[in-house]
C-alpha cells in the first residue's frame, strides 16, 4: 500500500518551459487535492477534485491546470513556467470531504523556474 | 478570509517536557480543525482531526482542543521525545470554499 505517490521528487525548469507532476493514490480515495507551499508559509489550495472528471479551483489556481481521468491519478500541469512558481507541490487525497475525513500527502516535488 | 497564526514559530525543549503549540484562527465558521506533522523533504502526516462540535481530541501522547468560538486550537505533547522533532502545522477546514487553511506551522526541536 503505497499511499500517495508523486513524482518526480525534483525538477528544474527553464522560464517558458512546461511540464506535468504526476499524483497517484491507491486508497480508492474520491477526494484529491494540489497544494504549493513556499518558504515560512501555510499550504495554499491550487486544484481540488471530487471524483473522476470532476475538478475545482483553489485559492491560487492562475498558471497550472489539472485533469483527472480516474479515481487514482490526478496531474498538475505547469503551462509557461515563471519564477512565482518555484515551490514546493504536494498532492493530498481523502476519503471523504476534508471536514469528516483526513488527508494523506504524498512526500512532494520540488519546483525550481530559473 | 481566514488568517491562521501559529505561535511560537519555533520551539526547542529537553526530552521529556510536556509542551503546548498554540493555534489561532480569524474566522470561526470552521467545520473542523486539523493537526499534522511535516518531516523535513516529507510530506505532512494528519495527527488529530477534530470536529467543530467537540472540545478535544486525543491520540497516545498527544491532545488537541479547540475552541471555536474564540479562534484557538491547542496540540498539547506529553512527556516529548527526539523523535518528536518535525513541524507542526494546524488547519481549520472552512464552512465555504472547499477547503483548508493552513497556518505557517511550529518547528520544534526536542533535544536528547
Known amino acids: 500500500n503505497a499511499g500517495v505517490t508523486q513524482t518526480p521528487k525534483f525538477r528544474i525548469l527553464k522560464i517558458g518551459q512546461s511540464m506535468t507532476l504526476q499524483c497517484a493514490q491507491d486508497?480508492?480515495?474520491?477526494?484529491m487535492y494540489w497544494y504549493r507551499q513556499d518558504p515560512g508559509m501555510g499550504l495554499k489550495l491550487i486544484y481540488y477534485?471530487?471524483?473522476?472528471?470532476?475538478?475545482d479551483k483553489g485559492e491560487v489556481p492562475n498558471g497550472y491546470n489539472v485533469s483527472r481521468s480516474t479515481t487514482e491519478d490526478f496531474p498538475l500541469r505547469l503551462e509557461l513556467a515563471a519564477p512565482s512558481q518555484t515551490s514546493v507541490y504536494f498532492c493530498?487525497?481523502?476519503?471523504?470531504?476534508?471536514?469528516?475525513?483526513?488527508?494523506?500527502f504524498g512526500n512532494g516535488t520540488r519546483l525550481t523556474v530559473t | 478570509k481566514q488568517e491562521v497564526t501559529q505561535i511560537p514559530a519555533a520551539l526547542s525543549v529537553p526530552e521529556g517536557e510536556n509542551l503546548v503549540l498554540n493555534c489561532s484562527f480569524t474566522?470561526?465558521?470552521?467545520?473542523?480543525l486539523q493537526w499534522f506533522r511535516q518531516d523535513p523533504g516529507k510530506g505532512l502526516t494528519s495527527l488529530l482531526l477534530?470536529?467543530?462540535?467537540?472540545r478535544e481530541q486525543t491520540s497516545g501522547r498527544l491532545n488537541a482542543s479547540l475552541d471555536k468560538s474564540s479562534g484557538r486550537s491547542t496540540l498539547y505533547i506529553a512527556a516529548s521525545q527526539p523523535g518528536d522533532s518535525a513541524t507542526y502545522l494546524c488547519?481549520?477546514?472552512?464552512?465555504?470554499?472547499?477547503?483548508?487553511?493552513f497556518g505557517a506551522g511550529t518547528i520544534l526541536r526536542v533535544k536528547s
Open positions: 493530498a487525497s481523502s476519503h471523504g470531504q476534508f471536514y469528516n475525513s483526513p488527508l494523506h
Open positions: 486508497m480508492n480515495h474520491n477526494y
Open positions: 477534485s471530487v471524483g473522476a472528471g470532476i475538478t
Open positions: 474566522d470561526s465558521a470552521i467545520y473542523n
Open positions: 477534530i470536529q467543530s462540535s467537540q
Open positions: 488547519a481549520p477546514g472552512m464552512e465555504y470554499g472547499n477547503k483548508l487553511v
